[in-house]
């Protein structure tokens, strides 16, 4: 059984998005290398481009995000920023084993090959390409030696059926092998599990260094995205959350109801250790988004107050929408900051 891992044994740097995936610099060489038909195959299915964005500080991990390929369904529907749905990340995941197999296998290939060598030659069947030299010419039997024969052949018939059963719970035994195999592999670094760690809610178990470096950058499973514990985030601390109300105003799909302002404003200042780049200069910014002033948009606004408190509305980094560096950027929570166009501009 792997070590449990408690909330309070590792720091939490959030912001980065739930689009980003955790691999093994290897795999990543691997699959841009020899495996570019994979990715350009995985990008037709999921209409999902991946892109390394950070490489680890000693080479052993790297960072991928997933973004929409420029017009896909996807991009066509505006999902340009947002995390990815989990069935998505599993079948990234999915490509990254499958390409830890196929690197495992080609290391191997030159001493299995020399090691399978004779029993392939003596399996290889009669006829054309055949390893093995013509049999012999048989002599005409006579009609007893044709029955005696037919008997002894229904005899090796008989011997040869519990051969296939036990070759068929061979073949079962070696499967659980390998479903044993993938439950000690690592699903951030690819690799055979060191120090294992098992997390408590999900049973989700990685390297214990592996899992370390995900929390850093946010607390939550790396498979299934389960939080644990207390998410704090990187949003600057300086920044303000004021909230106003119009009743007089009112939002599409919303009659009836009033409409709350929510006014985020930041000073200009500069990075800290928990952000990409410490001691760069960022510049303020003011924000402003909407909710209608109903149950459910108060209900939401006390979750963003939370949210708020606990840093994660905003994080600095690289605009999605203008391209800058060094910004304050929204997170993955998304807001409505026009009061136009109903639910689908969440954002201009």
Not at 26 to 54: C, H, M, N, T
Not at 100 to 120: I, V
Request: with cysteine; proline share 7%.
């Amino acid at each position: 059984m792997g070590s449990q891992v408690s909330s309070d044994e590792m720091s939490v740097r959030a912001g980065q998005g739930s689009d980003e995936v955790l691999v093994s610099q290897a795999v990543w060489d691997y699959l841009a290398a020899a495996g570019r038909p994979w990715l350009v195959d995985f990008e037709d299915k999921q209409g999902l481009s991946a892109d390394i964005i950070r490489r680890g500080e000693r080479g052993g991990c790297c960072a991928v995000r997933l973004s929409p390929v420029e017009g896909s369904s996807r991009a066509r529907a505006g999902m340009m920023e947002g995390p990815v749905s989990p069935v998505t990340r599993k079948a990234f995941i999915d490509l990254c084993r499958c390409a830890r197999k196929e690197m495992t296998k080609q290391e191997a290939a030159p001493k299995r090959k020399r090691s399978l060598l004779p029993c392939m030659t003596a399996m290889e069947p009669d006829g054309e390409g055949s390893l093995l030299p013509p049999p012999p010419p048989q002599p005409r039997r006579s009609q007893r030696q044709q029955q005696k024969y037919r008997k002894n052949a229904d005899m090796d018939t008989c011997v040869v059926l519990p051969m296939q059963h036990e070759a068929a719970a061979r073949t079962g035994a070696e499967l659980a092998i390998t479903r044993e195999e993938e439950s000690t592999v690592c699903s951030i670094c690819m690799g055979e599990i060191v120090e294992k760690t098992t997390l408590d809610k999900c049973g989700h178990s990685f390297c214990r260094s592996c899992l370390e470096q995900a929390f850093q950058v946010k607390k939550a499973c790396p498979v299934c995205r389960l939080v644990y514990g207390q998410l704090i985030g990187n949003q600057p601390a300086s920044g303000t959350m004021m909230v106003e109300r119009d009743p007089d105003l009112e939002l599409p799909g919303h009659e009836g109801y009033g409409c709350i302002c929510i006014i985020y404003s930041f000073p200009p200042g500069l990075q800290a250790q928990e952000h990409p780049n410490p001691g760069v200069r960022y510049p303020g910014t003011d924000r402003v988004a909407y909710l209608p002033d109903s149950p459910e948009g108060n209900r939401v606004l006390r979750m963003l107050r939370r949210a708020f408190e606990q840093r994660l509305i905003f994080t600095i980094g690289t605009s999605m929408t203008t391209g800058m560096h060094n910004v304050i950027t929204w997170n993955d929570i998304h807001h409505k900051t026009s009061i136009w166009g109903g639910p689908r501009w969440y954002a201009v």
